[in-house]
């Protein structure tokens, strides 16, 4: 089963490039890596889904390395809009027991 | 745009009584979650629906049980509510088919057990 890691908290400066790293060992062959953006009061949006290498739209990028037992979200030239908590999501829906949420970084932008 | 909502954003019970918590989705989604969410621990699945009538626990349903009579809509019932019940609960729904679909989550329904 695909338990993931990542870490607490993350500090950045106003226009740094920003990595969030998520740890899943187990991942299995069907499991895809999703990412999902929290604000306080909301519930957790959708920002970027992948299988394995890259991954790129207009918020962020995901880069998957072969092994697939991590995966990172890159945050580009980050603002202070992207204050937020992140959570890496690995499984897919074929069961209850194949779907794991992070714990959650939570990255706080500083001006 | 999908819709989740949810019944209520604030919620206070008292020990022992019987909650529900209502969840609607405006998609036809065939897939639907309550999750629970705590300082410290993340999302914790607590049950998943893939079609009417049709639920599979998840990590935590201890305490919780479910309803799905129709696809648009997804209840959370807690039986008999406890204080370790306090939470954030969190509704969402993706459509479903093979891979790992969008979740759309609800904006939160904050319950506090007294």
Not at chain 1, 10 to 17: A, T
Not at chain 1, 20 to 41: E, G, K, L, R, V
Not at chain 2, 9 to 34: I, S
Request: some cysteine; hydrophobic content about 30%.
């Amino acid at each position: 089963l695909a338990k993931t890691t990542q870490p607490i908290s993350m500090d950045s400066y106003e226009g740094q490039e920003v990595n969030i790293t998520c740890s899943h060992n187990n991942i299995a062959t069907n499991d895809y890596i999703t990412w999902y953006q929290q604000f306080p009061s909301q519930g957790p949006r959708f920002i970027i889904q992948g299988y394995k290498t890259k991954v790129t739209n207009e918020v962020a990028s995901l880069f998957i390395p072969a092994d697939r037992k991590s995966s990172t979200l890159s945050l580009p030239r980050v603002s202070l809009s992207d204050t937020a908590v992140y959570y890496c999501l690995v499984g897919d829906y074929t069961g209850a027991n194949n779907l794991f949420f992070g714990t959650g970084t939570r990255l706080t932008v500083i001006p | 745009d999908v819709k989740v909502t949810q019944s209520s954003r604030y919620l206070v019970k008292r020990t022992g009584e019987k909650v529900f918590l209502e969840c609607v989705q405006d998609m036809d989604h065939e897939n639907m979650f309550w999750y629970r969410q705590d300082p410290g621990l993340g999302l914790r699945l607590i049950y998943f629906s893939y079609d009417v009538k049709m639920k599979e626990k998840g990590d935590i349903p201890e305490g919780y049980s479910v309803s799905r009579e129709k696809k648009e809509r997804f209840s959370l019932i807690l039986e008999s509510a406890s204080t370790n019940q306090t939470s954030m609960y969190l509704c969402a729904s993706t459509q479903g088919g093979q891979g790992l679909h969008e979740q759309y989550f609800g904006p939160g329904t904050r319950l506090t057990v007294t």
